[in-house]
């Protein structure tokens, strides 16, 4: 028996893709993402002084997760749930990763990282 979650809610994921982002990046960057950092490089691709991420992302899917007790508790009390100062952890069952194509077929590992 594998257990299940206790109370589910739906997370939409929005996954970046490394992959498309490791090929020449734009402007002077040989590529898209920073190894070190582990995000997106900045650019400004409009010419208006701003930098924007370069950013490629697979589509958004949505997960049945379980949030954690204390940090339920956090986003509960935050008066919007928005708070810069709140993080929060998410519990997936592995069934539905698999069930969502969210699994490594060779490793067996997960394709969702932090």
């Known amino acids: 028996m594998r257990g299940r979650l206790i109370f589910p809610f739906l997370a939409e994921l929005h996954r970046l893709d490394t992959t498309a982002m490791a090929g ?63 993080s929060f952890e998410l519990v997936f069952h592995f069934r539905d990763l698999e069930r969502l194509s969210l699994v490594d077929a060779a490793t067996g590992d997960a394709l969702i990282r932090p």
């Open 24 to 86: 020449p990046g734009p402007g002077p960057h040989a590529s898209g993402y920073d190894a070190d950092f582990r995000e997106p490089v900045l650019v400004d691709a409009d010419d208006d002084g701003l930098a924007e991420a370069f950013r490629r992302e697979f589509p958004p899917v949505r997960v049945p997760c379980q949030v954690e007790p204390d940090a339920f508790e956090s986003l509960r009390m935050a008066p919007s749930g928005n708070s810069p100062r709140t």
